[in-house]
């Protein structure tokens, strides 16, 4: 029997493939208006997804290449909140460049303005533009990065549990508030110095739901003692299977029940009534890529020269990854890609559609065909232990999320492993995770 699958809408401007905001029909002038974006959480919310997530940067690149970053996250899920009455919200906040106070605060806040709704995709951001926005030359080191989202995430927990669940009174004749409700963290450690307590009493779930996504093995191992749900990257089911098995054991290493935290994997689908007109969709996409910019890239990417290269010939042979020199996670994708990905009518993928996979989620996942052909290798992703729901990745929004939420979530139902209404009001009803209870002890007293 398959277990029930999550689904969670990963939002990204016009789509997850490079090209989306080319297209004629392209919602490329809406990105500044939260209408749309209000729109997108009302359809993931009627296909009942988990919740809806945003990434975030602190940098965009080239902005002629397309849109890199508009709205602010935060901002953006407080106004669609107002528009959704279930759905999950998720936001990520980076804790390189953050405070934890400033994390806590805006959280806690948004999970009240939602009713607890609320989830946080903790990530250690990675460039170094970023940093140059914020008053440093560099990134710090990836192992300083980490040691810094550790005590971050001590310390915004310990801020959210700074408000005892009691401690509003609200009595006008006596107390607002129970000051023995009320405690300051005294927290000093090696990267922050907070007094507490939070300026907002204790969020509507305790804690807003605490979201993963590295893959790195600090990633993983912050992971395994902190994530509640773990967005993941895998370009097919045997990677998933690795990282899934992985993780899951970590998890249990800590002493935490492995079955509670859900692994989602990126995917992008292209849903057709037939696995042709699916087809045509991705080619249609793949076909407003700007060849020479997409070739350049590969060429990057894969070290060698390909300017002379027909987009509609078989992908040359690559060397193995022993033998390239350059950068190793990007080249490993590709030949993954190559060998694992059949061209059009069986025969070897074409360096067109190389670029188009590439430029649609990259190293994640992607499945084309009909509903039932999508939702039946989705379920077996599940019932294989490589996912415990996905993390979808439109090509092309809205109309990508709109193709799934008709005709792939009814497949869903149909097969017996989606829900065909909420069960409850939070995120983390609909992942299944429990409210803490209580207030977690304080940290380790860190004041001399
Ligand atoms: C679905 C997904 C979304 C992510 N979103 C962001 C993001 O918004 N901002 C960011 O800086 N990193 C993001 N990341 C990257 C990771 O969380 C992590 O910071 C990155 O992989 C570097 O850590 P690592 O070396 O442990 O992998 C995301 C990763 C995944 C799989």
Aim: glycine share 10%; with cysteine.
């Amino acid at each position: 029997m398959t277990r029930p699958l999550h689904l969670n809408l990963y939002i990204n401007g016009c789509g997850h493939h490079a090209a989306a905001w080319r297209h004629p029909l392209s919602s490329v002038e809406q990105l500044g208006s939260i209408a749309y974006f209000e729109g997108l959480a009302q359809t993931a919310e009627r296909g009942l997804f988990d919740a809806v997530f945003f990434a975030d940067g602190q940098a965009i690149g080239p902005v002629a290449d397309g849109p890199g970053g508009f709205l602010e996250p935060i901002t953006a899920l407080a106004a669609m909140s107002r528009a959704t009455t279930h759905i999950g919200l998720v936001t990520t906040v980076s804790s390189t460049f953050y405070t934890p106070f400033h994390a806590a605060r805006l959280l806690a806040s948004l999970d009240h303005i939602s009713d607890g709704r609320v989830g946080w995709n903790v990530v250690t951001s990675m460039w170094d533009a970023e940093a140059r926005n914020h008053g440093l030359e560099r990134m710090p080191t990836h192992a300083e990065r980490y040691d810094r989202a550790d005590e971050f995430v001590q310390v915004v927990l310990a801020l959210w549990d700074s408000w005892a669940d009691e401690a509003l009174h609200y009595d006008r004749a006596g107390r607002f508030a129970d000051p023995a409700g009320v405690r300051s963290i005294d927290h000093v450690g090696e990267f922050f110095r907070v007094d507490g307590p939070l300026t907002v009493p204790r969020p509507p779930q305790g804690n807003p739901v605490l979201f993963q996504a590295g893959a790195s093995d600090p990633g993983r191992a912050l992971a395994a003692r902190r994530a509640e749900a773990v967005y993941a990257v895998a370009a097919d089911l045997p990677s998933a299977q690795e990282y899934y098995r992985d993780l899951k054991h970590r998890i249990l290493q800590t002493g935490r029940q492995a079955d509670a935290v859900p692994i989602l994997p990126g995917l992008v689908t292209y849903v057709g009534s037939t696995e042709a007109e699916a087809l045509a969709k991705q080619r249609e996409l793949d076909e407003l890529l700007p060849a020479a910019d997409s070739l350049r890239q590969l060429a990057q990417f894969i070290g060698q020269d390909c300017s002379a290269w027909e987009l509609d010939d078989p992908m040359p042979s690559l060397v193995p990854l022993g033998e390239f020199t350059g950068p190793q996670g990007r080249y490993a994708t590709i030949l993954q890609i190559c060998s694992t990905v059949a061209g059009h009518a069986g025969g070897r993928l074409s360096v067109r559609q190389l670029l188009g996979r590439l430029a649609a989620g990259g190293g994640h996942a992607t499945m084309v065909g009909t509903p039932e052909q999508i939702a039946d290798e989705m379920i077996r992703w599940v019932d294989e232990r490589g996912a415990d729901g996905f993390n979808l990745m439109p090509p092309t929004l809205p109309t990508g999320v709109d193709d799934f939420v008709d005709h792939v979530v009814p497949v869903l139902q149909q097969r017996g492993v989606f829900r065909r209404q909420y069960a409850g009001r939070t995120l983390r009803s609909h992942l299944g995770l429990a409210r803490p209870v209580g207030r977690a002890p304080l940290l380790p007293a860190t004041r001399g």
